[in-house]
């Protein structure tokens, strides 16, 4: 009898392990980004100011993207970028990724932020974004944002 209570308990306690912990797991495996090294790009398509580099400049960055394989939400490092150096990114259901980077300075008119949207289009990804930050033009402060296309591509490693 002893035994079988133990074996009966063993069992309980391998499917009570086995069930999912609520707030734990993830709605889905993502297969759309995965960790390694990457070129970010930005091609400015526009900027209220006109305090920017002009319509079509291109800036590239190499881009370190880190976390888990298959979850929704990663780190993107900008290895080459004292402005904007460290993103959060956020794989939607439908593939779709984005990026967010906020950054408080000191001051009121210190805050920046840049965000951007993309989706996989064949061995890269492509999208939009903006950035906005606060500008002295003509002695008045203004919030100033800047518009750009988006190319993410992985490295080949092999």
Known sequence: MFRRLSLLLATLAALLTALPTPGLTQDFEQEVLGPGLYIFQTRVRGATCND?????Y???FFASVDGVPGERSMQMTLLNSPYWPTWQLKID???Q??????????GPR????SRFSAKKDSNRFTGVGSRSYWSQISGQWRRCT????VLLRRFDVN
């Open 52 to 56: 920017d580099f002009r319509t079509g």
């Open 97 to 106: 990724i984005a990026g967010i980077i906020k950054i408080d300075g000191d």
């Open 58 to 60: 291109v800036t590239s």
């Open 93 to 95: 259901p439908d593939g």
């Open 146 to 149: 800047v518009h750009f296309d």
């Open 110 to 113: 210190a805050s920046r932020e």
